[in-house]
């Protein structure tokens, strides 16, 4: 959910439409401090006017540090411009392809021929589907393979349904909605594992007494992007003009660009044309609404930043059960910091990471009346943890901890009376 910019270039648009592999040679990544609301005014300006650099990650309040991707061609305009107006900065990498390329040799090496699904190591989307369907034969009392739909490219927003039994309270787990954040469909697979083959008899009462719909990657195109041509790849891949793609995760149907979003069709953040203009943020929705009164709580999975976040994203008032979401969302961070001593920050979006209008979980809060919807921003805390590259060795204790807060989620609202089927 880290909020990025308008950051190809022309090479880039082009490249990305005639299928070319987007490279980072030699581009530089910075972390810029911000103090005053003017150091955020001039980087907000170079987010709108420049198409040479890559935000990262910005400042959720006015003092705090920005990680910025720039160009070669751009190095001393950009430094320039940062020292002209008295912005402190460091350079945390002089070549953003070697962290890529280090990636992607990790992963090649941990490619073994295997009839067992590796939960330590990222999947394509392939390896993704192929599991999911194996589920089924597998499980078949308990796992139905379901397609939410179609996204523009054809591929299935796939998923599973697991039940124990019929008139259980839903979770709906919603993953993979920005592209390049790799931890969340990983999680999300080891998560269903752990429904599934757990002994624990927290997990159980998970798995048994609740019905779970499940997507890990509701952004496939995105996502089989970021592993075939450009690694930092954010939206969908629905073309708008001479760009690509919308922020799947503003493009939600309440409240939609209002706040937080940008209009601009290049941009990492823009809202769409219209709100549910994407086939990917429809199939999800139309989901979610054949499922009316069936869901009881939201989750959607994003990195990173180590957050619980409920809404609102486009107000800073606050819902009618803020004190009840506050209240779960810090039982679920304290259960999630006993394992590794991981530290999560709990609150509305809006207060806690910054505006941003047209979420999901706006959406099933304010449109589908869904009281528990929680986003989850995943490790790492900052870039210099690993950013959207965190490494594979990872995903376990990030999983782990994750169904921790999960167990603790689920108790805290049982005992304020949420789940209580009709």
């Given at each position: 959910?880290?909020?990025?910019?308008?950051?190809?270039?022309?090479?880039c648009?082009?490249g990305?439409?005639?299928?070319?592999?987007?490279?980072?040679?030699?581009?530089?990544?910075?972390?810029?401090?911000?103090?005053?609301?003017?150091?955020?005014?001039?980087?907000?300006?170079?987010?709108?006017?420049?198409?040479?650099?890559i935000?990262?990650?910005?400042?959720?309040?006015?003092?705090?540090?920005?990680?910025?991707?720039?160009?070669?061609?751009?190095?001393?305009?950009?430094?320039?411009?940062?020292?002209?107006?008295?912005?402190?900065?460091?350079?945390?990498e002089?070549?953003?392809?070697?962290?890529?390329?280090?990636?992607?040799?990790?992963?090649?090496?941990?490619?073994?021929?295997?009839?067992?699904?590796?939960?330590?190591?990222?999947?394509?989307?392939?390896?993704?589907?192929?599991?999911?369907?194996?589920?089924?034969?597998?499980?078949?009392?308990?796992?139905?393979?379901?397609?939410?739909?179609?996204?523009?490219?054809?591929?299935?927003?796939?998923?599973?349904?697991?039940?124990?039994?019929?008139?259980?309270p839903?979770?709906?787990?919603?993953?993979?909605?920005?592209?390049?954040?790799?931890?969340?469909?990983?999680?999300?697979?080891?998560?269903?594992?752990?429904?599934?083959?757990?002994?624990?008899?927290?997990?159980?009462?998970?798995?048994e007494n609740?019905?779970?719909?499940?997507?890990?990657?509701?952004?496939?195109?995105?996502y089989?992007?970021?592993?075939?041509?450009?690694?930092?790849?954010?939206?969908?891949?629905?073309?708008?003009?001479?760009?690509?793609?919308?922020?799947?995760?503003?493009?939600?149907?309440?409240?939609?660009?209002?706040?937080?979003?940008?209009?601009?069709?290049?941009?990492?953040?823009?809202?769409?044309?219209?709100?549910?203009?994407?086939?990917?943020?429809?199939?999800?929705s139309?989901?979610?609404?054949?499922?009316?009164?069936?869901?009881?709580?939201?989750?959607?999975?994003?990195s990173?930043?180590?957050?619980?976040?409920?809404?609102?994203?486009?107000?800073?008032?606050?819902?009618?059960?803020?004190?009840?979401?506050?209240?779960?969302?810090?039982?679920?961070?304290?259960?999630?910091?006993q394992r590794?001593?991981?530290?999560?920050?709990?609150g509305?979006?809006y207060?806690?990471?910054?505006?941003?209008?047209?979420?999901?979980?706006?959406?099933?809060?304010?449109?589908?009346?869904?009281?528990?919807?929680?986003?989850y921003?995943?490790r790492?805390?900052?870039?210099?943890?690993?950013?959207?590259?965190?490494?594979a060795?990872?995903?376990?204790?990030?999983?782990?901890?994750?169904?921790?807060?999960?167990?603790?989620?689920?108790?805290?609202?049982?005992?304020?009376?949420?789940?209580?089927?009709?």
């Open positions: 959910m880290k909020t990025t910019v308008v950051w190809i270039t022309l090479f648009t082009f990305q439409i005639l299928g070319e592999v987007a490279r980072y040679d030699n581009y530089r990544l910075y972390s810029v401090s911000t103090n005053s609301i003017k150091d955020i005014s001039i980087l907000n300006d170079l987010e709108a006017n420049s198409d040479s650099v935000f990262l990650s910005k400042p959720s309040k006015v003092s705090g540090e920005s990680q910025v991707v720039v160009a070669p061609h751009k190095l001393a305009d950009f430094v320039d411009l940062l020292q002209r107006h008295g912005l402190r900065f460091r350079i945390l002089k070549n953003l392809q070697r962290q890529i390329d280090l990636e992607r040799k990790i992963m090649k090496r941990s490619n073994h021929k295997s009839d067992e699904f590796d939960f330590d190591k990222y999947h394509t989307l392939e390896e993704l589907h192929n599991w999911l369907h194996s589920l089924e034969k597998k499980y078949p009392e308990v796992v139905k393979v379901v397609s939410a739909g179609k996204s523009f490219e054809g591929r299935d927003l796939l998923g599973v349904e697991l039940s124990h039994g019929e008139n259980k839903g979770v709906f787990v919603e993953s993979g909605i920005h592209a390049r954040e790799w931890i969340t469909p990983a999680t999300t697979v080891f998560l269903v594992n752990e429904l599934l083959t757990s002994t624990d008899p927290d997990v159980r009462y998970l798995a609740f019905t779970w719909y499940v997507l890990p990657s509701v952004n496939p195109d995105g089989v992007h970021t592993h075939e041509k450009n690694r930092l790849w954010r939206k969908t891949r629905k073309p708008h003009g001479t760009c690509v793609g919308v922020d799947a995760n503003r493009n939600w149907d309440f409240h939609w660009n209002e706040v937080g979003a940008s209009n601009q069709p290049c941009s990492d953040t823009y809202a769409g044309p219209e709100a549910f203009s994407e086939p990917e943020t429809v199939a999800v139309n989901y979610v609404k054949e499922l009316k009164d069936k869901v009881h709580l939201y989750l959607s999975f994003h990173f930043s180590q957050l619980i976040i409920f809404p609102n994203g486009y107000t800073s008032q606050h819902v009618v059960n803020h004190k009840d979401l506050q209240d779960v969302g810090d039982v679920a961070a304290k259960a999630l910091s590794y001593g991981t530290k999560y920050t709990v509305p979006i207060e806690t990471i910054y505006p941003a209008a047209g979420t999901s979980i706006d959406w099933t809060y304010g449109a589908m009346n869904v009281s528990l919807s929680f986003c921003e995943l790492p805390k900052t870039l210099f943890q690993g950013g959207f590259q965190l490494p060795n990872q995903i376990r204790p990030t999983a782990l901890e994750t169904l921790d807060s999960l167990v603790a989620m689920v108790k805290r609202s049982e005992e304020l009376n949420y789940f209580e089927t009709v």
